[in-house]
C-alpha cells in the first residue's frame, strides 16, 4: 500500500499530469471529471490513498469528520463525483456551487493555468445542471452525507432559499457563496443588511450547519474592515461559520470577460492573515474554514493554529494530483507525532522542522 501510494505523486507528475496539460484547460479538466466518476477504481484505491488516522478527527459546527482538510465547491459543480473525492482521503467534500435553474456559465475562454506559480485563473461563472439534478445525485449518496457539504447561490434571496429548502436534508453543511468573483448580481449581498436579513431568513429554520463564503480583502485597514464586517454580520445572524475566502479577483487578458479570480498557491500567504484576522474579530463565535493556496502538511497546520476548524483546496489537486489528499493527512499525522499532539485541537504555533 506505501508504494502505491508513494507512486501515484511521481505518475501523476511525470506522466498524467505533463499529459492534461498539453490539453486546453476546460478540455483537462473535463477528461478529469470523466475519470473521478469512475467510483469503483477510487474506492478500490482509497486504503492507499486516504491516509486517515484517528488523530486528523475533526470537530467543528457539530459535525466530524475524519480529516480537516476538504474538497471546495468548484470542483464537483454538479455533485457527479462527491463519492471518489472523499475516497482519495478528503474528509469532506464540496459540492456546486448549485443554482435555482441551469446555467451554462461565461463565454469562453473562461479558464487558465499560471503553471510556473502553481495558480488557475477561471472567470467560469456558475455553470451547471441546477437544483433538479444537483437534488437527484445528492439523493443517491445518503450513505455518505454526513462527510457531503453543498455550495448554493442565486442573485436573489428567493433562489438562495429554494436551494437552501430542498438541498439540506441531502447534505450535512450548506455553503452560501455571495463572493464569487465571476459572477454578476452576488456584490449586492456584501452589504451587510442584505447579507444579515438572508443569514436570518436561512438560518431560522436551519437543521444543517450554515457557512457564509467570504470575498477575499487586503491589508489595507479600510477593506479588512469591511472583510471582517461581513464575517461578524455573517455569525451574529446566524450562520454557524465562515469561508476565509473565494478567489481574488484579477484582470486577465486571456478571458473572454477580461477579468477572472485566481485561486492556487500564490493566496496561501492572505489566506493565512485573513484566517488569523478573522479569528480575532470572532473570538470564540464561529468556525472558520479556510480556503485558498493550500499545498502542503506544513501550511494546513499553520491555518489551524492561527484559528481555522478544517481548510478546503481545489488548485493544489490539478497540480499535485489525486495523491495529495493523502499525503497532506500522512504529513499532518506526522507533524502532530513530533509535536506529540493527540488530535487537531492540540495544534498551535508553527509546524515542527
Not at 450548506?174 to 456584501?190: D, K, M, Y
Not at 489566506?271 to 484576522?277: F, G, K, P, Q, Y
Amino acid at each position: 500500500m506505501d508504494v502505491l501510494s508513494g507512486g501515484i505523486p511521481i505518475v501523476y507528475r511525470t506522466v498524467i499530469r505533463p499529459a492534461l496539460f498539453r490539453l486546453p484547460p476546460e478540455n483537462a479538466q473535463r477528461l478529469a471529471e470523466s475519470a473521478l466518476r469512475i467510483g469503483p477504481l477510487w474506492r478500490l484505491a482509497r486504503p492507499a490513498l486516504a491516509g486517515f488516522n484517528a488523530r486528523l478527527r475533526t470537530e467543528f459546527a457539530g459535525l466530524v469528520v475524519p480529516s480537516p482538510i476538504g474538497a471546495a465547491a468548484g470542483l464537483d459543480k454538479d455533485c457527479k463525483f462527491l463519492g471518489s473525492l472523499l475516497d482519495l482521503g478528503f474528509g469532506f467534500a464540496t459540492g456546486g456551487t448549485v443554482t435555482l435553474g441551469p446555467r451554462p456559465g461565461n463565454p469562453r475562454p473562461r479558464l487558465a493555468r499560471q503553471t510556473r506559480s502553481e495558480a488557475l485563473v477561471n472567470a467560469m461563472g456558475f455553470p451547471g445542471a441546477g437544483l433538479e439534478s444537483a437534488s437527484e445525485r445528492l439523493s443517491k449518496l445518503t450513505r455518505r452525507a454526513g462527510r457531503l457539504f453543498v455550495s448554493i447561490s442565486g442573485t436573489i434571496e428567493d433562489e438562495i432559499i429554494q436551494c437552501h429548502r430542498r438541498l439540506e436534508p441531502l447534505c450535512s453543511l450548506v455553503e452560501i457563496n455571495i463572493s464569487s468573483p465571476n459572477t454578476g448580481g452576488l456584490r449586492a449581498f456584501h452589504e451587510p443588511g442584505r447579507l444579515r436579513a438572508l443569514t436570518q431568513s436561512l438560518a431560522s429554520g436551519k437543521r444543517r450547519p450554515l457557512f457564509v463564503k467570504l470575498p477575499p480583502w487586503e491589508r489595507g485597514r479600510e477593506s479588512r474592515a469591511i472583510g471582517l464586517s461581513l464575517a461578524e454580520t455573517a455569525v451574529d445572524a446566524g450562520a454557524d461559520g465562515v469561508i476565509v475566502a473565494n478567489t481574488r479577483p484579477v484582470e486577465y487578458v486571456g478571458m473572454a470577460l477580461g477579468r477572472g479570480g485566481m485561486s492556487g498557491l500564490p493566496l496561501y500567504d492572505d489566506t493565512l492573515r485573513m484566517v488569523a484576522e478573522t479569528r480575532a474579530a470572532l473570538g470564540k463565535r464561529g468556525a472558520i474554514v479556510a480556503c485558498g493556496g493550500v499545498f502542503t502538511a506544513s501550511q494546513l497546520w499553520r491555518l489551524l493554529a492561527v484559528g481555522a476548524s478544517a481548510a478546503q483546496l481545489y488548485t493544489a489537486l490539478v497540480y499535485r494530483g489525486p495523491g495529495l489528499p493523502g499525503s497532506i493527512n500522512r504529513g499532518l499525522v506526522r507533524l502532530m507525532e513530533k509535536a506529540d499532539c493527540k488530535s487537531i485541537v492540540d495544534i498551535e504555533g508553527a509546524p515542527p522542522s
